[in-house]
């Protein structure tokens, strides 16, 4: 059974940095989709960022030019690198990895709260 595991949140001030983690086991990491979400509450589940299987990314408008998202498939690892973070960055963060239309898994969720 495929298992993800989210690390890295926390409480941050606004203008501060995190980087969060998520690390699969199981899994043919090197070929998959790789995506983190968040959900704020309230609010509905959002794409943050993905990245694919050859390093090519995507950012929502949002987030661009202060997240960063970065794989390392020796580690079976995602990153998301969180630079400049604003209260609205508040939110429950996802990674999402996706092998096939119908062959996807979600991790557990890690807390990030911005506030001073």
């Known amino acids: 059974q495929v298992q993800l595991v989210e690390s890295g949140g926390g409480l941050v001030q606004p203008g501060g940095s995190l980087r969060l983690s998520c690390a699969a086991s199981r899994i043919i990491f090197s070929i998959a989709y790789l995506e983190w979400y968040r959900q704020a509450p309230g609010k509905e589940r959002e794409v943050v960022a993905g990245i694919n299987s050859i390093g090519r990314t995507n950012y929502a408008d949002s987030v661009k030019g202060r997240f960063t998202i970065s794989r390392d498939n020796a580690k079976n690892t995602v990153y998301l690198q969180m630079n400049s973070l604003k209260p609205e960055d508040t939110a429950v963060y996802y990674c999402?990895?996706?092998?096939?239309?119908?062959?996807?898994?979600w991790g557990q969720g890690t807390q990030v709260t911005v506030s001073s």
């Open positions: 999402k990895v996706t092998l096939t239309s119908t062959n996807t898994h």
